[in-house]
């Protein structure tokens, strides 16, 4: 299982874009890129996956170098709500099962008024 | 989306109970769900691996004899701490893997706390 680094906690302000990088050195090649958000109490929430390049969805994007060993999680204008953990997980995606989901520490995102 | 549940959101018990928490995928077949724990301020720590029909596989360090996990269906999956103690308190929390798709999708989270 590719280990995944990120900043442990990271401030912003709302209205600004924030961008959350994750290294994953040891990424094989059936792995896929998963971010999660958690509030305090709450089960992770799925925000989106890649495998290369870009992609988009209605909440987020996620930008996927060329040699895949980091991804970057962009979310633009945050507000208060967006104060949360974000975890960055790689892993085959295990269709018919398989693969464990094993979550690293996580970034703490803090969004002031 | 897909949504999967848990019962209960939150128990208390008394030290050397037992205490049975359930988690269901309601609209879609799970072969495998996983059982999280979470302390305060701490990532989620995997406990389990469980499949549909088989024994789950314990992480090292988890005691399979007090964490007694049943997949009986597609649908179901059941951790039951067995007696309790306060050191047992915690945050569980399920996640199911979408049999067709792929996706894994987490539940609530369930808050024990063992008095």
């Known amino acids: 299982l590719a280990k995944t680094t990120q900043p442990i906690s990271m401030d912003s302000y709302e209205g600004q874009e924030v961008n959350i990088t994750c290294s994953h050195n040891?990424?094989?090649?059936?792995?896929?890129i998963t971010w999660y958000q958690q509030f305090p109490s709450q089960g992770p929430r799925f925000i989106i996956q890649?495998?290369?390049t870009k992609v988009t969805n209605e909440v987020a994007s996620l930008f996927i170098p060329a040699d895949r060993k980091s991804s970057t999680l962009s979310l633009p204008r945050v507000s208060l709500s967006d104060t949360a953990v974000y975890y960055c997980?790689?892993?085959?995606?295990?269709f018919g099962g398989g693969f464990k989901t094993i979550f690293g520490a996580g970034t703490r995102l803090f969004v002031k008024a | 989306g897909a949504v999967v549940s848990q019962h209960p959101s939150w128990v208390i018990c008394k030290s050397g109970t037992s205490v049975k928490i359930e988690c269901r995928s309601l609209?879609?077949?799970?072969?495998?769900m996983f059982w999280y724990r979470q302390f305060p301020k701490q990532s989620l720590m995997l406990m389990a691996t469980?499949?549909?029909?088989?024994?789950?596989?314990?992480e090292q360090g988890v005691e399979k004899d007090k964490f007694l996990i049943n997949h009986a269906s597609l649908t179901l999956s059941t951790l039951t701490v067995t007696s309790a103690h306060p050191e047992d308190s915690s945050f569980y929390i399920c996640?199911?893997?979408?049999?067709?798709?792929?996706?894994?999708?987490f539940g609530p989270g369930t808050r024990l706390t063992v008095t």
């Open positions: 609209d879609f077949q799970a072969t495998t």
């Open positions: 040891n990424i094989a090649t059936n792995d896929y």
């Open positions: 469980s499949n549909e029909g088989s024994k789950a596989t314990y």
């Open positions: 890649g495998y290369k």
């Open positions: 996640s199911a893997r979408d049999r067709a798709m792929g996706e894994q999708y």
């Open positions: 997980l790689v892993g085959d995606r295990g």
